[in-house]
Nanobody
Framework: QVQLVESGGGLVQAGGSLRLSCSAS????????VAWFRQAPGKEREFVAA????????FYDDSVKGRFTISRDNVKSTVALQMNSLKPEDTAVYYC???????????????????WGQGTQVTVSS
């Protein structure tokens, strides 16, 4: 049974940093694309970043480029999201998602992911 568990969320002031972690079990992580999405109250879930299993190509939404870094450790079966220079608009619940059969053009589409974590709250105060 595939399970994704996020951790590392919290409250931080604008300009600060947080590091989220997604721990995966029940799968061979190197075979999966893993992504971070976020959802703010009253808004749709949106793509943040993704890392492909085959060589680890990475993708970012324009809103986080240069501030967030996604990385993976296939041995430890974890994916991290380092978030720097946080802004109040980054406030959301952050979700980890994984899928084995995504094509590259679909990495930003939440509906394409089969497995999801429960989410972790990130709050950035101004």
């Amino acid at each position: 049974q595939v399970q994704l568990v996020e951790s590392g969320g919290g409250l931080v002031q604008a300009g600060g940093s947080l590091r989220l972690s997604c721990s995966a079990s029940g799968l061979t992580l190197r075979r999966y694309t893993v992504a971070w999405f976020r959802q703010a109250p009253g808004k749709e879930r949106e793509f943040v970043a993704a890392t492909r299993g085959n060589g680890g190509s990475v993708f970012y939404d324009d809103s986080v480029k240069g501030r967030f870094t996604i990385s993976r450790d296939n041995v430890k079966s974890t994916v991290a999201l380092q978030m720097n220079s946080l802004k109040p608009e980054d406030t959301a619940v952050y979700y980890c998602a994984a899928d084995q059969h995504l094509i590259q053009s679909s990495v930003g589409l939440a509906v394409q992911y089969d497995y999801w974590g429960q989410g972790t709250q990130v709050t950035v105060s101004s």
